[in-house]
């Protein structure tokens, strides 16, 4: 193989890591130029098999909560995120909190997001005032975060299947999906003993919760806003 064509296919290697960006932009223009080069120079399937098989490299990251025992609102907010961005989360019956699997890139950006969220609703939940509370107002507290993570799930998953149509309607990226969810499968069953988690579901609809699902519905889904403003 000539420099140029190794050149080209590395040019071609890169396009396809970046259809996992989470940058939804960037991601459908890499598939589309992905497409484009194939067309063009005549990149035939065992090649593009070669290609893609650098970027199937399923890992794990950790995300040390500080229990084995998570709290239910934070088991639906870890299962919002993980199903956003494309990761396996697994409670670890050893380490106090989740195994993540999945590619570098999702794991890194999952596990971000994972504590930008977390922080602004507890925030949010210690600044709220619940007037005419009788309860230990740490119970209210709950409540409040149990809405407040269900309803960012609730987001989260509508976001993910509105792409998900969209990109099937454009034919773009939906291969990589199912590479990556094949791969995440495979390598859990390989390399990490599972546990089954407890039921997230729980029966609330009070004043704090209905609080907390209005701060889930608006919490600005951007990673690099300052929660301390």
């Known amino acids: 193989m000539n420099e140029a064509r190794e050149k080209l296919l590395d040019k071609v290697s890169?396009?396809?890591?970046?259809?996992?960006?989470?940058n939804k932009e960037e991601a459908e223009t890499a598939a589309i130029m992905v497409k484009k080069l194939v067309t063009k120079y005549n990149i035939d399937t065992d090649q593009l098999k070669e290609?893609?098989?650098?970027?199937?490299?399923?890992?794990?990251?950790?995300?040390?909560?500080?229990?084995?025992?998570?709290?239910?609102?934070?088991?639906?907010?870890?299962k919002g995120i993980a199903y956003y961005y494309d990761v396996k989360p697994i409670l670890s019956s050893e380490k106090q909190g989740y195994i993540i699997v999945g590619f570098d890139v999702d794991m890194?950006?999952?596990?971000?997001?994972?504590?930008?969220?977390?922080?602004a609703f507890y925030k949010k939940a210690q600044e709220a005032i619940f007037e005419g509370t009788t309860r230990d107002k740490r119970c209210y507290r709950e409540d409040f975060l149990y809405g407040a993570a269900y309803a960012i799930d609730e987001r989260l998953i509508k976001l993910k299947d509105d792409e998900l149509v969209k990109k099937a309607e454009k034919n773009t990226g939906t291969e990589l999906m199912v590479v990556k969810k094949n791969e995440i499968s495979t390598y859990v069953e390989k390399n990490i003993e599972t546990v089954k988690g407890a039921s997230t579901q729980k029966n609330v609809l009070n004043?704090?919760?209905?609080?907390g699902t209005i701060v889930g519905k608006n919490l600005p889904l951007n990673k690099q806003v300052n929660v301390d403003e």
């Open 207 to 211: 004043i704090p919760f209905m609080m």
């Open 14 to 22: 890169k396009l396809i890591a970046m259809q996992a960006s989470p």
């Open 51 to 78: 290609i893609k098989s650098k970027h199937i490299s399923v890992n794990q990251t950790f995300i040390n909560i500080g229990t084995t025992r998570p709290r239910k609102w934070v088991k639906i907010l870890m």
């Open 108 to 119: 890194i950006i999952c596990k971000e997001m994972f504590w930008y969220i977390y922080k």
